[in-house]
C-alpha cells in the first residue's frame, strides 16, 4: 500500500466512537484490559497519538460499505528508522473489523500503534462534529508528526503532557481560525520615531525592564558606575625623581601637594581595601599616608631630620602579624558583648578612609559598626603587649594593670 492511493478527506472516516475502541482492544483481541481502558488517558496507544507518533494517515472506501484506514507510525523504541505501515478496516459506523502492523505485535492484529490509529480517528471525528466542516485551518487538524527526537537543550523540549497538549489543540476554534487569517500589521522599523518612541515610555515606566538592556542608547542605564582608583603616593614617584640629588628632591618636595579626592574616590578606596593585610591594594593606597598607626611617631618626630625607620614604615608599610593573629577573636568577642547590651548591632569590615582634603592621612578601623540605639560608629582593635602605651585614665577605667 502506498499513501498516494489513499484520499485526505476526512469527511470519509469512519464514525468510531470510544465504545467502538473499548470493543475492539478489549473484547475481540484482548490486548488491554477494561481497567486499562478506564484509564486510557495512560495507555501507550493514547499517548503516541497525542505526541505526534502518526507521520501520515489516509481513508479509502471499499465495496463492501467499509472503510480501510492507512497510517505511517513511528517505531515504539527506534524512533529513527522508517515509520511502520498500520492499517485498520473499519464500517461506516465505526465497528472495527480487524487491524494489522508491521511491528512484531502487529501481526496478532492488535498493537499500540493500531490503538494509536484508532484513537486518532476517534478524536477527529469528535472534532468533525464540533467544527464546521468549511474551516479550512481544523481540517486534518492532528499533532504535528515528530521524524526525530534530536537532542536539544531543556528550555527547548515541550514537557506538556499529552492531556495538555489535547486541551491546546480543542482551544482552536472557528474564532481562532478567523483571528489567524487577520492581516498582521508590519513591524516597526528599528530606529523610527515610533520605536524610539516606545522605548522611551517603556524607560519613563519600567526603566529596569529587560527589553531596554539591549537596545541603543538605554543600555548604557545599565552599565555600572564604576569610580576609577586615585593614584597612590608612590605612584607620583617617576623615574627623572629618583636621579635627582637629596637637596633637589627636598627642594621637590617641599612644593609637591597631592589632588585633593572626591568623594566617590574616597569610597572607592574604602572598598577596594577593605581586605586591609590580605589586600595589596590596601598596601599600596597605604603607602606614603600618615596613619593612625603611626600618627603619634611623626607627632614626636625631628621634622628636619625624621628617623629613618619612621619614613620606612610610612613609604612601605608591613602587616603587624601579632595583631592578624589575635584580632579575629578580639573582634568575635567584642561583637557577643555589644549584642547583648545593643539593639540591632552589626560589626562590618572597613577599609582605608582617606581624608579627601588632607589626602596624605589615612585610617583603617578594624570595624564599622552601628545600631538601633546609637548610630553607627567604628571599631579599633589595640593588641597590649609592650609595644602599646595606654593612658593611665584608660588603665583605671578598665582596670587594666
Known sequence: MKMSEFSQDRQHLPKIEAVDITSYLVLQTSYYTREQMKAHKSLDSYNFYHNGWISKMGVKRLNNNNVLLFARVNHSQRSHETPLKTWV????????????CDCMAGLSESCSHVGAVLFAVEDMVKREDELACTSKPCEWLMPSHVKKIPPAPVACIDFRSSQAKRQNRDSFSEAAAARAKRTRRSPVEPGSEKYMSYFQELT??????????????????????????PKSVLEYRTPLTLQLQPKELEQLCQAFELDELTTAQVGAIERATRGQSSSKTWFRQRAGRITASNRRRVLHTNAEKPAKALIKAICY????????KHEGQARRAYERMMTQEHEGFSCMDSGLWV????PYMGASPDGMVACNCHGNGICEIKVIHGEIRLASSICIAYNIA
Open 89 to 100: 478496516i473499519a464500517s461506516k459506523d465505526g465497528d472495527v473489523q480487524a487491524g494489522h
Open 204 to 229: 519613563e515606566n519600567f526603566p529596569k525592564s529587560a527589553a531596554l538592556m539591549a537596545r541603543d542608547p538605554f543600555h548604557k542605564a545599565f552599565i555600572p558606575k564604576s569610580t576609577k582608583l
Open 317 to 324: 608599610p608591613e602587616a603587624h602579624s601579632y595583631g592578624n
Open 355 to 358: 581624608n579627601p582634603k588632607w
